[in-house]
T-cell receptor, first 112, second 111 residues
Framework: DTAVSQTPKYLVTQMGNDKSIKCEQN?????MYWYKQDSKKFLKIMFSYNNKELIINETVPNRFSPKSPDKAHLNLHINSLELGDSAVYFC???????????FGAGTRLSVL | SQQGEEDPQALSIQEGENATMNCSYK?????LQWYRQNSGRGLVHLILIRSNEREKHSGRLRVTLDTSKKSSSLLITASRAADTASYFCATESGGSYIPTFGRGTSLIVHP
């Protein structure tokens, strides 16, 4: 009964490939997020969705495209993967932007 | 831009000792939060302290906030080996309520 679940947990792929990371939350929250954590553990917001609508889009390359088919899901699709995309990607959710954030366990992406 | 900066970057102590981690930030905030991240896991929310609060407690955790110095501290009393993790502070400013994280303090508690 994991609250925020991400799949896959690990993803190793070649440069130039297209990959997707899925996120699902069963908390009934309206807001979902994607964060990127680099090798120095610096965690940075990428996107935020509220009720399936994009509300935050930080300076992320347009190779990254979030997709929210419904309130419980926010998937992250990445085109033409680059070495610098290697990081741990965290999905999170909250009831609304002012409430506590609940994080998934992360997806470790390694681009070779 | 990065908001919170934790200090120290790494801390190694013996079980039973207290651990203190500090966080400094640059601009006015709505609230400040502390999170824990165990190795290979997601972040777990520990405590939220609002800008009009000075101190909060939760079990063995004590958080202080000094808005005049733009700093916060997290104290873990009577540490346990299970407290070994990275601890992050995150601040929320303005109307976005998107937490901006520091780079974290890596805490190792030796049994």
């Amino acid at each position: 009964d994991t609250a925020v679940s991400q799949t896959p947990k690990y993803l190793v792929t070649q440069m130039g490939n297209d990959k997707s990371i899925k996120c699902e939350q069963n908390l009934g929250h309206d807001t979902m997020y994607w964060y990127k954590q680099d090798s120095k553990k610096f965690l940075k917001i990428m996107f935020s969705y509220n009720n399936k609508e994009l509300i935050i889009n930080e300076t992320v390359p347009n190779r990254f495209s979030p997709k929210s088919p419904d309130k419980a899901h926010l998937n992250l699709h990445i085109n033409s993967l680059e070495l610098g995309d290697s990081a741990v990607y965290f999905c999170a959710s909250s009831q609304d932007p002012r409430e506590d954030k609940y994080f998934g366990a992360g997806t470790r992406l390694s681009v070779l | 831009s990065q908001q919170g900066e934790e200090d120290p970057q790494a801390l190694s102590i013996q079980e039973g000792e207290n651990a203190t981690m500090n966080c400094s930030y640059k601009t006015s905030i709505n609230n400040l939060q502390w999170y824990r991240q165990n190795s290979g896991r997601g972040l777990v929310h520990l405590i939220l302290i609002r800008s009009n609060e000075r101190e909060k407690h939760s079990g063995r955790l004590r958080v202080t906030l000094d808005t005049s110095k733009k700093s916060s501290s997290l104290l873990i009393t009577a540490s346990r080996a299970a407290d070994t993790a990275s601890y992050f502070c995150a601040t929320e400013s303005g109307g976005s309520y998107i937490p901006t994280f520091g780079r974290g303090t890596s805490l190792i508690v030796h049994p």
